[in-house]
């Protein structure tokens, strides 16, 4: 069965702080990761990883991915309260199987 | 990117009853498709919906209980059928961007409450 896990479930952090999420995966057919943020209903994407090694970089957001360890981490540096929501992190080839999300926030 | 928009946002419903949920993007897509949230757990894929053709359903989804309309590019519903507590859920519908897997755009969600 395939499985993607995240770490931390839940995290608070002061502002300015840089936070690394964690996301390990077990797909049976792998293309892709992506990561997304759910503020409230509808998650946005963010990146999507599909060669190792290679940081994507967006503003104070950055992310990885481990093709040999199975594993990404999203890292946010300075963080700031609007960065509060539930990051998610999904895997897989013509379906992606999603994590259960990190639940970020981030207080002033 | 794409515009998606869900209705109902959110809706209290009945034990037994079926609830028809619309999700209409402002552009044609190929592939559409139908989340389930439930409380404090991941996306599930339902189903894709095909146009022309049935639904494609995940292990654990059946027709019966969640049946799909795709009737052109731009629009699908699903519907929740005889409902139970255990459907309590948020719905999304969503699309692909520019590559797949990949770029999803999600609606804005409906959140169902069942009684």
């Known amino acids: 069965e395939d499985k993607v896990v995240q770490s931390p479930l839940s995290l608070v952090v002061h502002e300015g702080d840089t936070v690394t999420l964690n996301c390990s995966y077990e797909v049976t057919n792998f293309r892709s990761l992506l990561w997304y943020k759910q503020e409230k209903k509808a998650p946005t994407f963010l990146f999507m990883l599909t060669s190792s090694g290679i940081e994507k970089k967006s503003g104070r957001l950055s992310s990885i991915l481990d093709k040999k360890e199975l594993f990404s981490i999203l890292n946010i540096t300075a963080t700031q309260t609007g960065d509060s929501a539930v990051y998610l992190c999904a895997a897989g080839y013509s379906t992606l199987t999603f994590g259960k999300g990190t639940m970020l926030l981030v207080s002033p | 990117s794409a515009v998606i928009s869900q209705k109902p946002s959110r809706d209290i419903c009945q034990r037994g009853t079926s609830l028809t949920i619309q999700c209409q993007v402002d552009?044609?897509?190929?592939?559409m498709f139908w989340y389930r949230q439930q409380p404090g757990q991941s996306l599930t894929l339902i189903a894709t919906?095909?146009?022309?053709?049935?639904?494609?359903?995940e292990s654990g989804f059946v027709i019966d209980k969640f049946p799909i309309s795709r009737p052109n590019l731009t629009f699908s519903t699903l519907t929740v059928s005889n409902m139970s507590p255990e459907d309590s859920s948020i719905y999304l519908c969503s699309v692909v961007g520019r590559e797949f897997p990949g770029e999803l755009f999600f609606g804005e969600g409906s959140r169902l409450t069942v009684l």
């Open positions: 552009s044609q897509v190929t592939m």
């Open positions: 919906a095909n146009q022309g053709s049935e639904a494609t359903y």
